[in-house]
Nanobody, 119 residues
Framework: QVQLVESGGGLVQPGGSLRLSCAAS????????MGWYRQAPGKQRELVAR???????DYADSVKGRFTISRDNAKNTVYLQMNSLKPEDTAVYYC?????????????WGQGTQVTVSS
């Protein structure tokens, strides 16, 4: 069984920073793409950033230049450094990873972590 556990959310003032982490555990052979999504109240879940196993990255236009995604393959962990946070970044943030095990290749989701940007 594979689990993704997120941490690092919280309350921050506009202009502040937060760093999210998402660690995968279980019978993992390897991890392909890893990414972060977010869902604000009343809105659909949207892609924030993703990173391939080779380190290529992709960002939503709304976060380019402010957020940075990275990964530590030895720790099966993906990070999201969020700088210059805005109130519109308030959402539940979810990590998603495509995990390869002995028997399957499938995407797993974390449980979500709340990020609130407010003064």
């Amino acid at each position: 069984q594979v689990q993704l556990v997120e941490s690092g959310g919280g309350l921050v003032q506009p202009g502040g920073s937060l760093r999210l982490s998402c660690a995968a555990s279980g019978s993992i052979f390897s991890i392909n793409n890893m990414g972060w999504y977010r869902q604000a109240p009343g809105k659909q879940r949207e892609l924030v950033a993703r990173i391939t196993s080779g380190g290529s990255t992709d960002y939503a236009d709304s976060v380019k230049g402010r957020f940075t995604i990275s990964r530590d393959n030895a720790k099966n962990t993906v990070y999201l450094q969020m700088n210059s946070l805005k109130p519109e970044d308030t959402a539940v943030y979810y990590c998603r990873s495509t995990v390869v095990t002995e028997t399957s290749i499938r995407a797993y989701w974390g449980q979500g972590t709340q990020v609130t940007v407010s003064s």
